[in-house]
């Protein structure tokens, strides 16, 4: 008997863990259903116990929509790639520096950030999964926004509510290592509602 899919909170207002699944399965449709009614409901899910690879972390996204393309990649060389990696580890074991390009790159990680908010039309959702898990350190923190705007007094949220801001990666991630300018120039600043 297969186990049943349950979505177990982890707040009371944002995050959940999913069980009674594996991602690497053809999942049914009732399944991708739910699982993108409780992307929009805990706006975070954790699938522990997982035994992903590219190949099906690719194929799981697939089944909940069009991937988006790392803009990194495409931005330097005009190849689809559909995998960014975070980390300082290479294929062969060894360490990157701190003054090589890319760990300097993906220092900007370690603020916070909205993934994908520097598109036109950002991304709905991330899907992150690990290769190496340190044994200490390394979690990457989340935040529910939407949690944070229900906080705000009612007088905030009117103030705010017609704002927009400039989302410019060039702009942000220059100080902290240059972007390549065939990368810069396929991400211009573009403009989102701040609610």
Known sequence: VKPE?????????FGARVTGLSLTENLSEKAVSEIQKAIDQYSLLCFPKQQMNDVSQLAFTRRLGEPEVEHVTFGKTGKIVYFGTVGNVLDDGSKKGGTDPNTRYQKGNELWHS????REIPSYFSINHAYEV????????????RSAYARLPGEMQKQIENLTCIHDYVFSRSPIAPVDPNHAASLPPVEQKLV
Request: hydrophobic share 35%; net charge negative.
């Open 5 to 13: 899919l349950h979505f177990e909170a982890l707040h009371s207002d």
């Open 115 to 118: 993934d994908s908010s520097f």
């Open 134 to 145: 340190p044994g200490a350190g390394g979690e990457t923190e989340f935040a529910s926004m």
